[in-house]
């Protein structure tokens, strides 16, 4: 089912790549990375910026009375303070609930929070006056859980959330009373998953200039959805998007702290314009972690209905995600929790519960698999534990429980391709699993284990987050006298190979060298607006456009063709670097006599490619309906093996079979490449990340404190691809980046289960908590409960 | 308060004047204008600002420009030759051991030093030389393959 590998190769020194879709290239983009030319922002050459820094709230809940700047402003070389006064117009990403503003008005709701922000002349300066800025507050009740947020004394952060709610959803979808009725076998189990966050490698930065004389503002930052920031931009500033640009450079990953405009983003083009000149705003480390946006702390109650050979009868989840001090994207989050509980395996009742809380904590946010990666850790652990107490095999009662394409969730979610079993026999196989007894490790402290689960996302949302009636997705291709294909995308490329996509896509389609290429990408002067790499959409809905662009472009070319050959359209024979008559291959003309020709009379080609998903894919007709919806689903299945030091707690994990049906694998290596980070993160999900806060103040905002695993701990990742052919995805492509993630968590748990006995409930899984675990005593302080036996029917 | 500092930076002398408190990461970024080598975290915490100094890796972000006074320092950016990439930079490029390529330039060089004076390593060795080097896209399966593909190469020659 693979399409053949055709290797790529250097000829004379330079690359000649097999043209088009199914080959290993290196990314497009990759030379600049590798040679540090790549300019992330903070590269940009700057000369005469001022240094922009921000003040941030040490407060994590307080009325704000006063700020007061004049000793601040007074310091010589201070060209400009901005606060809550300069900007009364509140932002966020999902239209219906913007309640957070640029710099705090009225209320500081987290400790971090931006309250001021100051350019000045240099970094020693900049810092002086952010020491003589003085708040006047009134210190509120905080709450840094969200049980106590909830409780109906609590003060609330926003005065039009009751209960600090900002979101409840109660979904129920089949009949899951009668479900439960028919099972054999239903358990109900809590898991705790802890707070994480993306802790990308590049920290936050912008570059805003202000030019005074034309009433411009030209913006420069890390952002992952370039569009979403100009529209905010503008709204915030009171400024028409059209004397606004955004410019997205290299970009140092993202992973969903960058899905929404960022605070620091919209400063900092205030600051440029009160300053009236250039700012660089350079975040450290510590401020991405308060900028935050992550995975919130979730409580979970999951139950599950079995019959005795594993059919699934019904589902009941109750989710509750402490989401912190703003809304941010907390509905989706909170639906796509109990969206994609349906779409991996058949389930025929399906009741949710979904509670989005307010708490004084850095707002969480959208983060690789968002919303359905801890759900995901529970389903897939109580499945385990049901399975076992029914003595069934762990892949036996996944397969009990597969879809067939195509078809329709309960809740409204078309299914086109479903790749799964294919994943779930070459794990099995790939991995041992049949031999596994045979590797436990014997009678010494170290025991070895392996566990399995499955998972899936996403190719985007099919109905987009603002609803202006434009295509989901617009390309534009431009070809001139010089015969080069500029392919002009607003695609964010963020390290995931977006750019590389499109290329490719377009070679194929035209069969023209990857030479004759370049991209031009996310500069609102000159791409078309793209919606942002976020939920997985671009390869999806990006490709879709690029093929569009590249059919319509070939068109016109091969007329041109067939007008300079002087035969019919029918006749001309297309090799995309040349054209030739059919039946007669001496006829034959090199693309630039065919451009030349194409250019007569119209000069500059431009087309424009365009995809959109038709409305039969948008969801259910319930409230949230359209969260989940999406006209691709990828699917995941991974084997995960690990060894467990009983006396340290200590696993590590040592080895990962993982595969994925991505529909079809427009670059194999780049697919392997997302499965293994991805995997690689719900391992660090697993096993060490978590943020942590005392009393609202973030105490491990370091990359020493917040422990992602070194090369050290990483193990091999085998990835094998499955291709299903999608057929809506481009070339039948679906994503390959947020799937795999999911399951990670709770095959690592099955696998420490098989190791030691003992199944985790409790995320991370860290040495003192696996300990615990095994020897059932918890040590005095110890805040995590040993696993605990369901309850009997 | 600044003074005269000497050193060589990819091959060449240079001679600047520079702050005493001056960081070498703030002296090759914003002097030299050699903006690959990376700052990642707020010191010595991700490896992204990895260079050499005298063939041994150092954390630029961490170290005072003048205490390597006279020495050669070497950046991501002096690896190639002419225009061509070095056995670890075309490695890194065409097995995707760079993906936002952020930790790359410090990857690169910490591999560099490590095949300098380890010629074939395991991957546990390499594992061992890139422990300080994070990573957040790859999970560092591709980083490890480059490195070994690298290793099997001959260095372009000077």
Known sequence: MNAPDRDWRRVGGVVEAPRGVGVRMPLVDGVEKVNGTARYTADLPAQGALVGKILRSPYAHAELLEVDVRDALALPGVIGIITGEHCDVPYGVIPIAQNEFPLARGRLRYIGEPVAAVAAIDEATANAALAAIRLKVRELPAYFEAADARKSDAVLLHDNKKGNLEREVHHEFGDSAAGFAAADLIREETFECAEIHHAMMEPNAALASWDAERGHLTLWSVTQVPYYVHTSLAQCMKLDPAYIRVIKPFVGGGFGHRVETLNFEIIAALLAREARGTVRLLQTREEAFLTHRGRPQSHIRMKLGLTRDGRMTACQAEVVQRGGGYGGYGIVSILYAGALLNGLYDIPAVKYDGYRVYTNTPPCGAMRGHGTVNVRFAFESLLDTMAAELGLDAFAVRRRNLLSAPTETINGLKIMSYGLPECLDWVEQASGWRDRASRSGGDGPIKRGIGIACSHFVSGSAKPVHFTGQPHATIALRVDFDGAITILTGAADIGQGSSTVVTQVVAEVLGVEHRRLRVVAADSALTPKDNGSYSSRVTFMVGNAAADAARKLKALLVTAAAKRLQVSEAEVDWFGEAAAVVGNASRQIPFHDIVEEALVDVGMLTVKGLFTCPVEFQGGKQRGGAVGSTMGFSYAAQAVEVSVDTELGKVTVEKVWSAIDCGFAINPMAVEGQVQGAIWMGMGQAMSEETVYENGRHKAASLLEYRVPTIVESPDIEVHIVESMDPNGPFGAKEASEGPLAGVMSAIAAAIEDAVGTRIRALPFTPDRVFDAIHRQPRPGASAPAAEQGAAR | ?158
């Open chain 2, 1 to 158: 308060m600044k003074s005269l500092l000497n050193l060589w930076v990819n091959g060449r002398p240079r001679e600047d004047a520079v702050a005493e408190n001056a960081l070498l990461v703030d002296y090759l970024r914003d002097t030299l204008g050699l903006t690959g080598t990376k700052q990642g975290c707020d010191g010595g915490e991700c490896g992204a600002c990895t260079v050499l100094v005298d063939g041994e890796p150092r954390l630029a972000c961490s170290t005072l420009a003048h205490s390597v006074a006279g020495r050669r320092i070497e950046t991501v950016e002096g690896a190639g030759r002419d225009g061509t990439l070095s056995r670890l930079q075309r490695a890194f490029h065409e097995h995707l051991g760079a993906q936002c390529g952020f930790c790359t330039p410090g990857m690169i060089m910490a591999a560099e030093a490590l095949l300098r004076r380890t010629p074939q390593p395991s991957r546990d060795e390499i594992r061992e030389a890139l422990g300080g080097n994070l990573c957040r896209c790859t999970g560092y399966v591709k980083i490890i393959d480059s490195v070994e593909a690298a290793a099997r190469c001959e260095e372009v020659s000077a």
